[in-house]
């Protein structure tokens, strides 16, 4: 087993074909499925299966694809951070973003680590709290933001912010910033909701059972851009952040009210790895990350949002 094979490997499972892999390897197609079969006769098993419709991994495939990317992932990382380059922070950080803050955070964080640091390649992923927090259990994110988590044996956290959740509703129900809804309220419509098991939906839920009431729920989904899209098309109200949608208040494709009876909070945390070496890369995109959140809450442009020193001193 090289290199060669694990990048042949990853390509034609990212591609679906040997020829289009062939292409983006800059090889001729024979030699990519000499690799492909030379890795199958090794480790005594079929990766592929080739059919009219591509190239399709099987069950032994996948698992040898995620471990072929982050092999190839690590090493990368390890060019990047040996390369001789005196004074300059070099190497490849990979951070998560929850979707609802990916917009006020991404293009910011992104722009500062470009102009000061030119040696850091950014890797930014989104997604729910709950696959950040597994992508960084499994060693494919160097730091995230996290829901309502304090550390782990396996994780390290910062406290960063704590932000009140909204009911959003379409344009037509007339919700206000200035006039909080009731949770039951809230929760009597139609509700799109997230999935079980990821950070919001646990933060509603905890709260719904707080103030004993139930749940009219017609659609979970692992997507906010779905919950979203599902309110506008009328089919019921949802929970977010105010962070999530304080650009569709603001055009008018939604209304919006924060929660009250009780107020439903949740704490945003910067959670890093216990396991392995935090590089100098990674501490300087953290601290980054984390200056780009202080100056959006103590800016205004994150909606009911509380820096977490001053939550703390609240009570939080």
């Given at each position: 087993?090289?290199?060669?094979?694990?990048r042949?490997?990853?390509?034609?499972?990212e591609?679906?074909?040997v020829?289009?892999a062939?292409e983006l390897?800059?090889?001729?197609q024979?030699?990519?499925t000499?690799?492909?079969?030379?890795l199958?006769?090794?480790l005594?098993?079929?990766l592929f299966?080739?059919?009219?419709?591509?190239?399709?991994?099987t069950?032994?495939?996948?698992?040898?694809?995620e471990?072929?990317r982050?092999?190839l992932?690590e090493l990368?990382?390890?060019?990047?951070?040996?390369r001789?380059t005196?004074?300059?922070?070099?190497?490849?950080?990979?951070?998560?973003?929850?979707?609802?803050?990916?917009?006020?955070?991404?293009?910011p964080?992104?722009?500062?680590?470009?102009?000061?640091?030119?040696?850091?390649?950014?890797?930014l992923?989104t997604a729910y709290?709950g696959?950040?927090?597994?992508w960084?259990?499994?060693?494919?994110?160097?730091?995230?933001?996290?829901?309502?988590?304090?550390?782990?044996?396996s994780?390290?956290?910062?406290?960063?912010v704590?932000?009140?959740l909204?009911?959003?509703?379409?344009p037509?129900?007339?919700?206000?910033?200035?006039?909080?809804v009731p949770?039951?309220?809230?929760?009597s419509?139609?509700?799109v909701?997230?999935?079980s098991?990821?950070?919001?939906?646990?933060v509603?839920?905890?709260?719904?059972?707080q103030?004993k009431?139930?749940m009219?729920l017609?659609?979970?989904t692992?997507s906010?851009?779905?919950?979203?899209?599902?309110?506008?098309a009328?089919?019921?109200?949802?929970i977010?952040?105010?962070v999530?949608?304080?650009e569709?208040?603001?055009n008018?494709?939604?209304?919006?009210?924060?929660l009250?009876?009780?107020?439903?909070?949740?704490?945003i945390?910067?959670g890093?790895s216990?396991?392995?070496?935090?590089?100098?890369?990674?501490?300087?995109?953290a601290?980054?990350?984390?200056r780009?959140?202080h100056?959006?809450v103590?800016q205004?442009?994150?909606?009911?949002a509380e820096?977490?020193?001053?939550?703390?001193r609240?009570?939080?």
């Amino acid at each position: 087993m090289d290199l060669k094979q694990l990048r042949a490997l990853v390509t034609v499972a990212e591609a679906g074909s040997v020829t289009r892999a062939a292409e983006l390897l800059h090889l001729v197609q024979p030699a990519v499925t000499r690799q492909i079969r030379t890795l199958e006769q090794e480790l005594g098993v079929t990766l592929f299966e080739r059919t009219r419709q591509g190239m399709q991994l099987t069950a032994a495939g996948t698992t040898m694809v995620e471990r072929a990317r982050r092999a190839l992932n690590e090493l990368e990382r390890a060019r990047a951070e040996i390369r001789p380059t005196p004074d300059v922070v070099s190497g490849i950080v990979t951070v998560g973003l929850l979707d609802s803050a990916t917009d006020l955070l991404a293009e910011p964080l992104a722009s500062a680590v470009i102009r000061d640091h030119p040696g850091i390649e950014l890797r930014l992923l989104t997604a729910y709290s709950g696959h950040l927090q597994q992508w960084l259990d499994e060693g494919d994110l160097d730091l995230t933001l996290l829901y309502n988590l304090a550390g782990t044996p396996s994780l390290n956290v910062e406290p960063l912010v704590r932000e009140r959740l909204w009911a959003v509703a379409p344009p037509s129900a007339g919700l206000r910033a200035d006039e909080p809804v009731p949770l039951e309220q809230a929760v009597s419509h139609p509700l799109v909701v997230p999935a079980s098991g990821h950070g919001l939906r646990t933060v509603i839920d905890a709260a719904v059972a707080q103030a004993k009431v139930e749940m009219n729920l017609v659609v979970q989904t692992n997507s906010m851009l779905v919950q979203k899209q599902l309110v506008r098309a009328g089919h019921g109200w949802t929970i977010l952040p105010g962070v999530g949608i304080a650009e569709d208040v603001a055009n008018g494709s939604l209304s919006a009210a924060p929660l009250c009876e009780p107020e439903v909070w949740r704490s945003i945390v910067l959670g890093t790895s216990r396991a392995g070496r935090v590089t100098p890369a990674a501490e300087v995109v953290a601290k980054e990350l984390s200056r780009q959140i202080h100056s959006a809450v103590r800016q205004g442009r994150w909606p009911s949002a509380e820096l977490h020193d001053r939550g703390a001193r609240k009570g939080a």
